[in-house]
């Protein structure tokens, strides 16, 4: 699969103009059984944005990021932590719904490196229109795409970290675009903090510890901003 970068048109200049382009993105097979692309969506003057890992089965249906129970969970640790939801961005590592079929029902499997690496032109596209001060990164796969393989959100999650530099990770960032994207690459304005899913929130033994803790990381990237 050729990755997205082939379809992101170089004089797309906004969020809107992005997520047209998307909707025909071919970059890897995940568009194939899936019924959509799921693009950010949110306040394009966000200071904040966050990244998921890919949409569940209501985004793919509903067309937006973040609209089942993960996002309903979400919107209010961001309003718990002091952060309005009414200005951030929300979108996800991989733009579409990646899932495997059990009779009628549709079972949600993680995407792959390859699906990572293959969609990752568009959140770096995203990045570089919209130029958030910090980019919350929720679990592993968003971690995967912007932190490298071997970042651990359970060893590090909470701490705002340094934009990556591409040159840290060679192998992984190598095909991020140089264009517009290699000016994300060295924002030396934006952090990234990584901290718990939504998902893997509903999903702990014990919810109420588990939603604090997101609370708490999220309350860092809320003292963050300037
Ligand atoms: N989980 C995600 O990672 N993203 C969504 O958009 C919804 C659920
Ligand atoms: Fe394109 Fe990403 Fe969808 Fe793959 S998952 S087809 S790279 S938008």
Redesign the pocket.
Known sequence: AP??QE?IPPTADTIDELRAA?AG????E??RDASQ?VFGRGDERARVIFVGEQPGDVEDQQGLPFVGPAGRLLRKAVDDAGLDPRHIYLTNA???FRFERRGTRRIHQTPDRV?IT??RP?LVAEFARLRPEVVVVLGATAAKALLGPTFRVTRQRGELLPWPAAAQHPEDFARVPVDRAGAVADAPDTRLLATIHPSAVLRADNQDVAYEGLVADLKVAAGALR
């Open positions: 990755g997205a379809f998307a993105c071919r970059g890897c995940l568009h692309t991989v733009k579409h699906h293959a969609c568009w």
